[in-house]
């Protein structure tokens, strides 16, 4: 029996990057247990696996609180080419891979009309709220030429992991996180065309192992060019906030980016209006939302400490969370977490008896 308990303990080690355990990824090739002594064999899933360490640490802490065990004697070896095959194959294989008609994953598409109105600070911060609520978080940065995503969110040098073709996206504050900015120097400059924007937010969605997502945000570039009509061909399902400041010319802009979203079938479900307050004028908030009859979801005041936080890498809704600003997001989250999705409409994987 302590054979099965060491197993049973195994099955609650989780592996960081898949977010599956480990023994349901057949990374555990063996366990007996003799006179108290565990022997277990575990195979990672690439050399220079990058959550190697967490793995071994957290494999010894499971066995080693087993009953009866007193010592572990563990080896770590690596999945071979047919083993890592096999795992890829039965990875694609899951509906959470796809995020088609009939997925369960709430997606939010966050666009603008024009740039510095604050979406990607937002969206990063809207991401990290919704984590803190128990869900489970994705965030793609969409915003190929301008993206700011992993800096806002703190990992600016952090690179996904390749197990076989697919990529594991890194993590930070609870969010699985993508972006173009992962695959290119820091100061190098993306020039690119529509069909390879377009292949590259495809991928972006299939290519990458989000796992069991609950909430998807999607950090558009502004305007209503290639990427914006490219997510509503790949996403037409997916919900849009659209992001203004209270200055009028702004609203005019952030106008067209909801009404690009609505010809490609997506539905926009509100307006942010961010730098609230005297300095950037009044009312474009509520001027976007009446001419796409849609509510104002929330006001984000202007804030030195959110500003401060996408700077640092450090979000607002973590570090000051009691800022106006940080309020603002955190009911916005509320709104959000409260809609979910429905059932309604999508098939599901059952068949009458």
């Known amino acids: 029996m302590t054979a099965d308990a060491v197993r049973a303990a195994l099955g609650r080690v989780v592996d960081p990057e898949i977010r599956r355990p480990i023994t349901e990824l057949d990374m555990v090739r063996a366990v007996t247990v003799d006179d108290g002594v565990a022997r277990v064999d575990i195979a990672l899933t690439i050399i220079g696996c990058p959550a190697a360490d967490t793995i071994e640490r957290d494999v010894r802490a499971a066995v080693l609180a087993v009953p009866g065990v007193s010592t572990l004697d563990l080896t770590v070896g690596v999945m071979t080419v047919p083993e890592r095959e096999a795992l890829v194959t039965r990875l694609r294989g899951t509906r959470a891979m796809a995020f088609g008609p009939d997925t369960l994953t709430t997606i939010y598409a966050v666009t603008s009309g024009k740039g510095g109105v604050g979406k ?64 290119v120097d820091g100061s190098t400059a993306v020039s690119w065309r529509g069909p390879l924007l377009h292949r590259t937010i495809q991928q972006f969605l299939t290519d990458v192992w989000w796992g069991d997502l609950d909430v998807l945000l999607l950090d558009l570039p502004p305007g209503t060019g290639d990427v914006a009509i490219s997510i509503g061909q790949l996403l037409p399902h997916a919900g849009v906030l659209v992001v203004t400041t209270p200055q009028p010319a702004a609203a005019d802009v952030a106008e067209r980016s909801g009404l690009v979203a609505r010809q490609t079938g997506q539905t926009v479900l509100g307006v942010v209006e961010n730098m609230t307050g005297e300095l950037f004028g009044a009312g474009g908030g509520d001027a976007v939302a009446a001419r796409l009859d849609v509510p104002v979801l929330a006001r984000v005041p202007l804030s030195v400490a959110l500003r401060e936080g996408g700077d640092a890498g450090t979000p607002v809704v973590l570090a000051s969370p009691s800022d106006p600003a940080a309020a603002a997001i955190l009911a916005l989250a509320d709104t959000l977490a409260a809609r979910g999705r429905g059932l309604a409409g999508r098939s599901l994987p059952f068949a009458p008896r």
């Open 120 to 183: 990607s600070t937002l969206t990063a911060n809207l991401a990290v709220a919704l984590a803190a609520r128990g869900l489970k978080v994705g965030l793609l940065d969409a915003d190929v030429f301008g993206f700011s995503i992993p800096g806002s969110l703190g990992i600016p040098d952090a690179k996904p992991t390749k197990v076989g073709d697919l990529m594991m996206p890194p993590s930070a504050h609870g969010v699985s996180v993508i972006s173009i900015g992962m695959f």
